[in-house]
């Protein structure tokens, strides 16, 4: 065989091994690649009140477990959030939502005024919980001793001017103290829980919160238990 001759052999063979093993390379199936991550499962209105509450009863017996606040948990929070609640809470530093109910990072949505109050900023913050980020459970929480009803039945007492921007607060309460002025026990308790009520009941009757569950709770600040108002 002349030297050409079994040069362009060779080459042939050799690029026809190239082929095959480029073939049999292709086929082969690779390292499996991990599954893209999933939202976890969106929890039912009971489902996240029961959680709420048994959060709150680890909070009150001082076994609290300070859940999902690691690095790990900021990490999964840094590209999307999932609460399972929203909480509608008075800003009283005594009644921190995410510790009274042993939540973690993600876990709750707040919004805070004084004594709970409703305006057009907290609806629409409650709304974007609704619809955006399809949250089941939107809570109410009052809670005993609230500076802005004590304020508030002081106003109606004495009829004493209410200074500046702490009109709003005393005007939204209002309804609620009149109402229970002649019920019986703590003219503060009694007005508390109206007010925290008809909060709940603003918010159920508006059809922006229908996907939601609305409930109302009152907060006590000795013992730290929630419970539910009727």
Do not use: K
């Amino acid at each position: 065989m002349v030297p050409n001759r079994r040069a362009f052999l060779t080459a042939t063979a050799v690029g026809a091994l190239a082929a095959a093993s480029a073939t049999a390379a292709a086929a082969t199936p690779g390292p499996l690649s991990p599954p893209p991550p999933t939202a976890p499962t969106a929890p039912t209105a009971p489902t996240a009140l029961d959680e709420l509450l048994a959060g709150n009863r680890r909070y009150a017996t001082g076994r609290p477990r300070h859940p999902r606040e690691d690095r790990r948990r900021r990490r999964v929070l840094a590209a999307e959030q999932h609460p399972i609640a929203v909480v509608v809470g008075c800003i009283d530093s005594r009644v921190p939502p995410e510790l009274v109910f042993d939540q973690g990072l993600g876990d709750l949505l707040c919004t805070r005024t004084a004594g709970q109050v409703l305006d057009e900023a907290v609806l629409a913050s409650v709304q974007y919980g609704v619809e955006e980020l399809h949250i089941p459970l939107v809570l109410v929480l009052g809670h005993e001793r609230c500076g802005a009803i004590a304020a508030t039945l002081e106003h109606l007492r004495t009829g004493a001017p209410v200074p500046g921007h702490l009109r709003l607060l005393v005007d939204e309460i209002t309804p609620a103290a009149r109402r229970t002025r002649s019920a019986p026990g703590d003219w503060a308790e009694q007005t508390m829980r109206a007010h925290t009520a008809w909060v709940r009941d603003a918010i159920r009757a508006d059809p922006a919160f229908d996907p939601a569950h609305v409930a109302a709770a009152r907060c006590d600040l000795d013992t730290g238990v929630v419970s539910l108002l009727p």
